[in-house]
């Protein structure tokens, strides 16, 4: 869990790019004077549509006195989080505050200024992840959408029962051509030219680069007796290299779109997505993260992101998000449920702002070793849980 404390006065409200890239479980702590520059309705919107909690500490005025006041609070907050691994961070042109950071480093707590000029370059690292993200759903939409269009175009092969030739099809629509890979993209209104590069799915032949041939065009074939069918291998060896490439890239980025089948747990994601809201990517991309881990979520996030994904939408009052939700919590972890810790959670949703009262709280419920065990799996989430709405 990472603090940020804002030096409001310093960095005016260049402050509000954390919301963009920090965690739902991160304190933003922003400390002001009456000196601090005014915001505009613009920032003042964007901090009433976001989701994180953000905590505001006027100062009294002073020489440096936010300054002293901030520092002091960064002490209170070590103190309240001594048993964590937690990072404290300063917000701040003001290089000043080095000292700070140089003193607590050198005690193995981690402390670190982040001016506005590095907040800026991890915003616009941020900004283009999120557009690679939308260009790679918007290439997995384009090829699934292509090979549905295919798969929805049937070959028509119509059997010529006049003819008892005992050629092969290959032989009979050469016409004399000793060339059979000629015969075969042919009759498909290919040339050489256009067969660079050919990719085959469930039966249907499409050419992708620039050119569609008709794949709806009749082709003749010959009555073959049983002894003249060529064995597989045959088969195989004379299909043209170029039919025969796939693009194992495109299948596998496909999969994830075009299969009704996930290999996840849909009703538990689906929950997850309900309760948290569907245009909150940010805190469902942690929640998947922390409860299936890092491979397994980017798979799931790749594939709920997109906006042919079937969401089972379902509303839930705020009591039953915290039931579904804290469920599945403990259904992965294999931890077991208590059965009333919804009920603990909600009398106790004032304190999950506070880690510590928090754990002394779960602690004096549940006894030291269960007790720890639930602070410990729901300690990433106690703040998610704590800002459900009905």
């Known amino acids: ?96 505050f080095d000292c700070v950071v140089k003193f607590w480093n050198n005690r193995n707590i981690t402390v670190k200024r982040l001016d506005v000029a590095h907040c800026k370059q991890l915003y616009d690292q941020f900004l283009f992840s999120k557009q690679q993200d939308r260009t790679d759903l918007e290439q997995n939409e ?10 929805s175009e049937p070959i028509n092969l119509e059997l010529n029962n006049s003819n008892t030739s005992t050629k092969s099809p290959v032989e009979s629509s050469t016409h004399g051509s000793k060339d059979p890979e000629c015969a075969c993209f042919g009759e498909l209104g290919l040339n050489k030219a ?43 060896e004379s299909v043209p290299a170029e039919i025969k490439t796939v693009d194992q890239k495109l299948i596998v980025r496909n999969t994830d779109l075009s299969n009704n089948k996930y290999d996840f747990n849909k009703e538990q994601v689906d929950t997850f997505i309900n309760c948290l809201g569907r245009n909150n990517l940010t805190a469902i991309h942690e929640t998947l993260m922390r409860v299936y881990g890092q491979p397994h979520a980017s798979q799931i996030y790749k594939v709920i992101k ?8 379902k509303t839930y009052k705020r009591k039953d998000k915290m039931k579904r939700f804290s469920d599945i919590i403990f259904e992965n972890a294999e931890v077991e449920n208590p059965g009333d810790f919804v009920e603990f959670l909600d009398r106790n949703k004032d304190k999950t702002k506070n880690l510590n009262s928090m754990r002394a709280a779960v602690i ?16 990433p989430h106690f703040k998610v849980i704590s800002a459900f709405k009905d």
């Open 142 to 151: 384009s090829i699934s959408n292509e090979l549905e269009q295919v798969k």
């Open 364 to 379: 004096k419920e549940y006894g030291n070793e269960r007790g720890m065990k639930y602070y410990t799996l729901f300690k």
């Open 306 to 313: 997109s906006k042919t994904y079937p969401l089972n939408v």
């Open 1 to 96: 869990m990472r603090h940020y404390l804002v030096d409001s006065e310093n960095v005016n409200d260049n402050w509000l790019m954390l919301l963009e890239f920090t965690e739902m479980t991160d304190d933003i702590i922003v400390f002001y004077t009456d000196k601090s520059p005014h915001m505009s309705y613009t920032s003042l919107v964007r901090i009433v549509e976001q989701t994180h909690q953000i905590q505001f500490k006027k100062c009294y005025t002073g020489p440096n006195g936010l300054d002293f006041q901030l520092v002091s609070y960064l002490g209170y907050l070590m103190c309240d989080n001594q048993d964590s691994d937690d990072e404290f961070i300063i917000m701040s042109n003001d290089n000043g």
């Open 194 to 236: 256009s067969r660079s590069r050919i990719y085959t799915d469930a039966g249907a032949i499409k050419q992708v680069n620039g050119f569609e041939p008709n794949l709806s065009l009749s082709i003749p074939i010959t009555s073959v007796p049983a002894q003249s069918v060529p064995s597989e291998k045959k088969s195989t």
